[in-house]
């Protein structure tokens, strides 16, 4: 699949089968945000799989129906005394690096024929206690993932973005 195909095969699913995923698809879609760049090539993330016994406490921290139907969690986290900061403004690019990775994920995800949903909309206090995270390491991003049983409709991208020339601008803002 080339890969703008691919991006666009990629969406939120907010329905999975109750299946399992097989380890080595996990470990697959885990390599490939491992291997994300990263500003200084710092990676300061890792990512906390929630799949067995903190698997009902994690939905708490998020209250959707649907979230309660993925059968794994990624809860992906900052490292903040890793994370690179711009000289010029001191600006921590924490957040940017493990979107980069997240966004990985995702895509690999696609891929192979599972199906994720970025969540921030979470509560941090509750994942934080819940993960016994350290003050320095920040709750980013939760992937939801799992086998879709729902879909998305991949021409979405011509009406539900911004059109190419109210986002692409060439040598200046606008
Ligand atoms: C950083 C980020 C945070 C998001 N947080 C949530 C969330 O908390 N809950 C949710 O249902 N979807 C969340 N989403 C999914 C977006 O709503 C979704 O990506 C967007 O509407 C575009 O739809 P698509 O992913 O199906 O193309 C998030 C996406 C991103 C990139």
């Not at 995923?21 to 929630?50: C, H, K, M």
């Amino acid at each position: 699949m080339e890969f703008l195909e691919l991006a666009k095969h990629r969406y939120s699913a907010r329905k999975y089968k109750n299946k399992e995923i097989e380890e080595d698809l996990l470990n697959y879609v885990l390599e490939s945000g491992r291997i994300a760049p990263s500003a200084n090539n710092t990676q300061p993330w890792v990512f906390i799989v929630v799949k067995n016994e903190n698997k009902d406490k994690l939905r708490e921290c998020y209250h959707r129906e649907w979230f309660n139907s993925a059968p794994v969690y990624i809860v992906i986290c900052g490292n903040h005394q890793q994370s690179w900061k711009r000289a010029s403004d001191g600006k921590d690019h924490c957040d940017i690096d493990a979107s980069i990775a997240t966004d990985h994920m995702t895509l690999a995800a696609t891929e192979k024929g599972l199906a994720t949903c970025w969540v921030c909309n979470f509560n941090t206090q509750m994942v934080t206690a819940l993960l016994g995270l350290p003050e320095h390491i920040e709750p980013i991003a939760i992937l939801s993932v799992g086998y879709p049983d729902d879909s998305a409709d991949i021409k979405r991208h011509g009406t539900k973005r911004k059109k190419f020339n109210d986002v692409v601008f060439y040598e200046g803002y606008k």
